[in-house]
């Protein structure tokens, strides 16, 4: 989704003269309740309200913000902060100053391009052009702001769904930090932690909340690590959209025994199996071909599962015929899906709920 899917083609009226506290919230990566308590304690709010009552951030406003959230995120305590941010001495209250409201004029971008240190980008985060969302929950994470972390993914997630919050959202800001990791020594480290266990914490939520609908009757869809491979947020991601869509899984996690994996196979019959690899290293192609050579049932009526290889460690052709490879979360779901629809022909079973 592009950033101008985001503004309405008309605003109401009161929308011309700034921007709601909620937004602004999501695009800093700060909590609304964070804003308010800066309002009522440091005077750091809108110039104007509407009616009274509603907050409205003109774009100078947001610069104050901008502002103390890098004071902030760097160590300055709150009163301090909000002292040099009112009084414009940081990059961002020069660069942005207030500039009056004009009914009926389009709502300025709340965060300006800028070099990559520069308020708004992200605390020193490279992450170049991506939704601003996740710039905010960047800072979130450089923070280690976990209720924020919290709040915004779970806003994002009932706002525009798992597919593209996993694809626009965390993977790009995981990336972000994970860069940032490699180039900064053992700095960082704390941050992609806490970041993880929050996305982690996010799409269980999403398993947990999803509708529960009646005993599925395809066979289940194993999600599971090659052996080495500790990385299982996207394996995470693809259970918790299997259980929106209703499909039965069973999720086995990081590095994944070979044995423990053909036994798993053998004693669920599963009408797919999902093997992640983040890197070439782990990439286990012989463990690939003999999960996919694996049969189950009573002679004469013996089956197969189909073999998903996911995740970037898998580059270049599959190792077996008959082996899929999606693109994405999207596309693995898509797949599964028909996968399990099939399955459940063939068993005489109803189609699985939309």
């Not at 937004?23 to 909590?31: E, I, K, Y």
């Not at 919050?165 to 490699?182: I, Q």
């Not at 480290?189 to 939520?205: F, G, N, Q, Y």
């Not at 008959?322 to 899906?337: D, H, I, K, N, Q």
């Amino acid at each position: 989704m592009d950033e101008s899917a985001e503004q309405p083609a008309e605003q109401p009226a009161g929308a011309a003269h700034g921007v709601t506290t909620g937004a602004v919230a999501r695009r800093l990566g700060v909590a609304p309740t964070t804003l308010r308590s800066w309002d009522r304690r440091y005077g750091i709010g809108p110039a104007a309200r509407e009616d009274g009552r509603h907050r409205r951030w003109t774009p100078g406003d947001i610069a104050v913000l901008q502002e103390m959230c890098r004071l902030t995120s760097s160590g300055v305590p709150p009163a301090e902060a909000a002292r040099a941010a009112r009084a414009g001495s940081g990059p961002a209250a020069a660069a942005a100053p207030a500039a009056p409201a004009v009914p009926g004029a389009p709502v300025a971008p709340l965060v300006p391009a800028a070099p990559a240190r520069q308020p708004g980008s992200g605390n020193g985060l490279p992450f170049g052009h991506v939704r601003q969302e996740c710039r905010g929950l960047g800072r979130a994470a450089v923070r280690l702001d976990s209720p924020t972390m919290d709040e915004m993914l779970g806003s994002l997630i009932s706002e525009y769904g798992l597919v593209t919050t996993w694809e626009e959202v965390m993977v790009p800001t995981l990336h972000a930090v994970g860069r940032k990791w490699e180039t900064s020594g053992d700095q960082y480290v704390e941050v992609e932690h806490l970041l993880s266990w929050h996305v982690s914490t996010a799409l269980r939520r999403v398993s947990i909340a999803a509708p529960a609908g009646p005993r599925a009757a395809a066979p289940p869809i194993l999600l599971a690590c090659v052996p080495g491979e500790q990385h299982t947020l996207p394996l995470e991601a693809l259970a918790a959209g299997l259980a929106e869509l209703g499909l039965p899984a069973r999720m086995f996690g990081a590095a994944v025994p070979p044995e423990a994996l053909d036994q798993a196979v053998r004693r669920t019959g599963p009408s797919a199996v999902v093997l992640w690899a983040q890197a070439r290293s782990t990439a286990h192609h012989a463990l690939a071909r003999h999960i996919a050579d694996t049969a189950w049932g009573v002679k004469g009526a013996r089956a197969r599962s189909t073999v998903l290889l996911a995740g970037p460690g898998w580059a270049g052709p599959p190792p077996a015929p008959g082996m899929l490879r999606p693109g994405g979360l999207r596309e693995a779901l898509a797949l599964l899906r028909g996968l399990c629809e099939t399955a459940a022909a063939a068993a005489g079973a109803p189609p699985q709920r939309p």
